[in-house]
């Protein structure tokens, strides 16, 4: 086994695990600990882009995250990281006809009361 920070060969020591269970290693020539195979961290890109195409069909973060095995959050995060990859909407320069649906406002408050 090699020091991947000075290339030494000798003087590598056992120097405990990682929180992942991993050996970590100590090189006695320059003093730097390293990990020789870290573990993976995070889901694999399949399964995040099926928490996207569920999304996407209309199934909630929860049911989701509950499907795939996965925190429901680790699901928000992925939805938001592609949509912020995808290209701005195109947006007409001029606009010839507006329509609106209807919409309903109050102004301080209702002029009906939920009682009556």
């Not at 030494?8 to 992942?20: D, E, I």
């Not at 573990?39 to 928490?51: F, L, N, P, T, W």
């Amino acid at each position: 086994m090699k020091c991947p920070y000075c290339q030494n060969a000798s003087q590598q020591t056992k120097a405990g695990r990682n929180v992942s269970g991993t050996q970590r290693y100590r090189c006695g020539a320059c003093q730097k600990n390293y990990t020789p195979e870290p573990k993976v961290h995070g889901y694999d890109e399949s399964i995040r882009y099926q928490a996207v195409r569920m999304y996407v069909d209309g199934i909630n973060f929860r049911r989701i995250g509950r499907q795939l095995g996965v925190n429901h959050q680790s699901v928000v995060n992925w939805v938001r990281a592609y949509v912020h990859q995808l290209p701005d909407a195109p947006v007409p320069k001029t606009v010839d006809t507006l329509e609106l649906d209807e919409l309903f406002t109050f102004v301080e408050q209702k002029k009906t009361k939920f009682t009556s």
